[in-house]
């Protein structure tokens, strides 16, 4: 079973703070994926990757970086945290172009005070 | 965009009973993948499917291998610990070499002694 290891888990933020999502996998995957979920929304995706050094936007970026500086690690960034950015979010990693299998990470809980 | 539509949004089963869920997809999709969400918030895989049915233990899934645009999770003599939030996700239009997933609503299933 594919690793996908969060951290941290629960995090606190205050309005306009800088907040850093990391997402570690060890199952050498080329994808890695951002979600977010929010009641009512299901999981919608922010960033995602296909390997080192590459980002792409999802369907919600506004407001959100990503990093992938190497096969392992994937980071979702938030430069100017705003209370509306309070959510769950999950990391995921693949391996073969959307169709794949995604295996997830246990979830962060971002609150933006 | 690209759709699934996921159904019922709720159902609450008593203990011993079976029911099924349903995703039907807007667009033909290559795969599909079901996953329960427990109330630590995890994400579960139960399946992927490219095609057919997997079963496994009381738990079996199904995706419409002909015009791949619905996928069914049937739950057999339905127990207590499999109450929580059940999503499909849709990946790959069948002509494209890379298309993220699209995620159902979730179905928030209750069962009941």
């Known amino acids: 079973e594919a690793a996908v290891t969060q951290s941290p888990r629960n995090k606190v933020a205050v309005t306009g703070g800088k907040v850093t999502l990391s997402c570690n996998q060890t199952?050498?995957?080329?994808?890695m994926y951002w979600y977010r979920q929010d009641t009512g929304h299901g999981l919608r995706l922010i960033h995602y990757?296909?390997?080192?050094?590459?980002?792409e936007k999802g369907d919600i970026p506004d407001g959100y970086k990503a990093s992938r500086p190497s096969q392992e690690n994937f980071s979702l960034i938030l430069e100017l945290a705003t209370p509306s950015q309070t959510s769950v979010y999950f990391c995921?990693?693949?391996?073969?172009?959307?169709?794949?299998?995604?295996?997830f990470g246990h979830g962060t809980k971002l609150s933006v005070l | 965009g690209d759709q699934v539509e996921q159904s019922p949004s709720a159902l609450s089963l008593h203990e011993g009973t079976d029911s099924a869920l349903r995703c039907n997809f807007t667009?033909?999709?290559?795969?599909v993948q079901w996953f329960r969400q427990n109330s630590r918030g995890s994400l579960i895989s139960l399946f992927y499917?490219?095609?057919?049915t997997k079963e496994n233990g009381r738990l079996k899934s199904a995706f419409d291998s002909k015009e791949r645009r619905y996928s069914t999770l049937h739950i057999r003599d339905a127990q207590l610990e499999d109450s929580g939030t059940y999503f499909c996700?849709?990946?790959?239009?069948?002509?494209?070499?890379?298309?993220?997933?699209?995620f159902g609503q979730g179905t928030s299933l209750s069962v009941v002694p």
């Open positions: 995921a990693s693949g391996d073969r172009g959307g169709s794949e299998r995604l295996f």
């Open positions: 199952n050498n995957h080329n994808n």
């Open positions: 990757s296909y390997g080192a050094g590459s980002t």
């Open positions: 667009t033909t999709m290559r795969s």
């Open positions: 499917l490219a095609s057919g």
């Open positions: 996700a849709a990946g790959g239009i069948a002509s494209s070499s890379f298309s993220k997933l699209v």
